[in-house]
C-alpha cells in the first residue's frame, strides 16, 4: 500500500474557456438563422410576417454603408447615454441627500414610490409638448426615468447603513460628514451599481419610446416608419441594431463598473492601513 500512488486529482476550471461558452450560442444562433432562411425560402414562412435573415441583414449593412443607419443609431445612443448619466447623477444625489433630514426622508419616501409606479409612457407625450419633438424631450423623458429608479436605490441604500459604525465614528469625534463620506457612501456603491444597470437599458427604452411617439430621427422613429411600410426585415433589422446598442452600453458599463470597483477596494485597502 505504501509503494502504491494515489490518483491525481481532477482538476475542476475555475471557470469555462470562453470557447465553450461562446461556441455553442454562435452555434445556436447560425443554426436558428439558417432554419428561419430555410422555411422563408421554402415557402413555409411569409417574409411580409416573418422578415427574412439574409434581407434583414442586407438592409443593416446598406444602411451602414450610406451612412444614414449611422446617424440614427448616433441620435439614439446620444439620448440614451445623456439620459442615463443625468438621470442616474440626480436621482443618486437626490436619495444620499435625504440620508441629512430623516424628515425630508420621509416626506419625500411616498413621492418616489408614486413616480416609480406611474408609467413612463404617460410622461412621453408631455415632454413632447413642453420640449417638442427634438432631442431634448427624449433625452427628459428618459432622465426621468432613470433618475427616479436611482433616486429609489440610493434611498433604500441608506437606509440599510450600519447605524452602528456612524455611532462609533461620531463618539470617535468624527461629524456627520465623515460617517457621510465614509459609511454611506461606501455603504450605497452596491445599490448604485444594480440601478446604473437597471438604468442603461430604462435610458434606451425612454429614448426609443419617443422617439416612437413623435420624431424624425433614431432608431425609434426608424423602426415605425419600416413598421408602418410593412417591411419586416426591415423592422427587423432595426431591432437588431437596438439589441445591438444595447449589449454595447451594458457590457461597457460591467466593464467601468469593474475598473471602478477595483480601484474602490484598493483605496479602501490604503485607509484602513
Not at 209 to 225: D, I, M, P, Q, R
Request: charged share 15%; proline share 3%.
Amino acid at each position: 500500500m505504501s509503494g502504491s500512488k494515489a490518483p491525481p486529482a481532477r482538476r475542476l476550471p475555475a471557470r469555462h474557456g470562453w470557447r465553450r461558452v461562446v461556441l455553442p450560442q454562435v452555434i445556436l444562433v447560425l443554426a436558428f438563422l439558417a432554419v428561419w432562411e430555410l422555411l422563408v425560402a421554402g415557402g413555409h414562412a411569409t417574409e411580409f410576417f416573418f422578415g427574412r435573415p439574409t434581407w434583414v441583414f442586407a438592409y443593416v449593412g446598406r444602411g451602414f454603408r450610406e451612412g444614414w443607419l449611422w446617424g440614427h443609431t448616433w441620435v439614439t445612443f446620444y439620448e440614451t447615454m445623456a439620459g442615463f448619466v443625468l438621470g442616474t447623477l440626480l436621482g443618486t444625489a437626490v436619495g444620499l441627500a435625504l440620508w441629512w433630514s430623516v424628515f425630508l426622508s420621509r416626506v419625500m419616501s411616498p413621492v418616489a414610490v408614486i413616480l416609480n409606479a406611474t408609467p413612463k409612457i404617460v410622461m412621453a407625450p408631455i415632454f413632447i409638448v413642453w420640449f417638442g419633438i427634438g432631442l431634448t424631450s427624449k433625452v427628459v423623458l428618459a432622465v426621468t426615468i432613470c433618475a427616479i429608479v436611482a433616486w429609489i436605490s440610493a434611498f433604500d441604500a441608506i437606509r440599510s447603513v450600519d447605524l452602528d459604525q456612524v455611532d462609533m465614528i461620531r463618539a470617535l469625534g468624527g461629524r456627520r460628514r465623515h460617517a457621510f463620506t465614509n459609511v454611506v457612501i461606501p455603504t450605497s456603491l452596491t445599490w448604485i451599481s444594480a440601478a446604473m444597470k437597471i438604468n442603461i437599458g430604462l435610458a434606451l427604452i425612454g429614448a426609443i419610446t419617443g422617439e416612437y411617439l413623435s420624431s424624425t430621427h433614431g432608431l425609434g422613429y426608424l423602426a415605425v416608419k419600416t413598421a408602418n411600410e410593412y417591411q419586416m426585415s426591415q423592422t427587423l433589422g432595426v431591432l437588431l441594431v437596438i439589441s445591438v446598442l444595447a449589449g454595447g452600453q451594458y457590457y461597457a458599463l460591467l466593464w467601468a463598473e469593474r475598473r471602478l470597483f477595483r480601484w474602490m477596494r484598493q483605496d479602501e485597502l490604503e485607509f484602513i492601513t
